[in-house]
């Protein structure tokens, strides 16, 4: 029973450090942070706000928004309600100034993105901001902690977008890239196409001669579908600028690349000439 015991616990505290949750909001003593400017029912307040941000950022970016203000006003502009506003502005289409607000957070607590969502947001932030070496550093620095991501598909998304940055932006990174995609095969979750087009870029730029014959699924135009936005999205990756046309470039270039064809000869007209 014991030992039970000792992992709920251990389960737990793991639960509460990986929360986005702020660290001064975890406890009700302290003489730094929020405890430090605010007492009494200010701090409550302040945390209560936090929590409700966080609780409406997916469906609701707005009101999370809402929630980070009223929390500065409570307590100031501290690292952890300008992670919050930046993670709402970025869902509302404010990528340039969600990273500087990620950038101050950074600066005033290098511990302010030890959760693996709000990392993730960073590293897209910094790629919209057009900011490419500070997104190739945090997608490095994200793919490192992706398994604490509790969300298969934004796993996905992070290992596949930080392979696209790297071939972006890293000179001689296709080995660093398809090292990320081998991650991502393992569980594809239908973005397989994305994946198999992206370990052929990798492919052509590392030099192999055997790019298609490699892929288990070889891509096509048609299949690749419409370029995503260049904007924060659940549906698609992030791609940094000009890298969905070197991909269709690629698979262009590839010969035997999967085309869309007309109607097959009839078998009887098969090796006839005129």
Known sequence: MLPLVLAVVLDLTTAARESPRPRECRGATGTDGVWARVRGADAQRYCELLARGYARLVLAPKEALLAARSAE????????VRVLAGR??????EGVLAYQLFQQAEADDPQSFADPKALHDYA???SLAGKSSEAVRLYRLLVS???????????????????????AHVDKGADEALGYLAQ?????LGLSTWIEALRLLALRQSGRAEARS?????????????????????????????LFGSLGAAIERTPNAVTPRGPSPRPENRGKTR
């Open 124 to 126: 897209r932030a910094a």
């Open 88 to 93: 709402a502005d970025l869902r509302l289409g």
């Open 184 to 188: 991502a095969r393992q569980e594809p």
């Open 73 to 80: 006003a409570v307590a100031g502009p501290l690292p952890a």
């Open 214 to 242: 490699s892929l288990a699924s070889p891509p096509s135009l048609a299949s690749l579908g419409p370029q995503p936005p260049s904007a924060f999205s659940l549906d698609s990756p992030l791609l940094p600028p000009g």
């Open 145 to 167: 902690r992706v398994a604490l991501l509790d969300d298969p598909r934004e796993r996905a998304f992070a290992q596949i977008e930080a392979a696209a940055h790297i071939l």
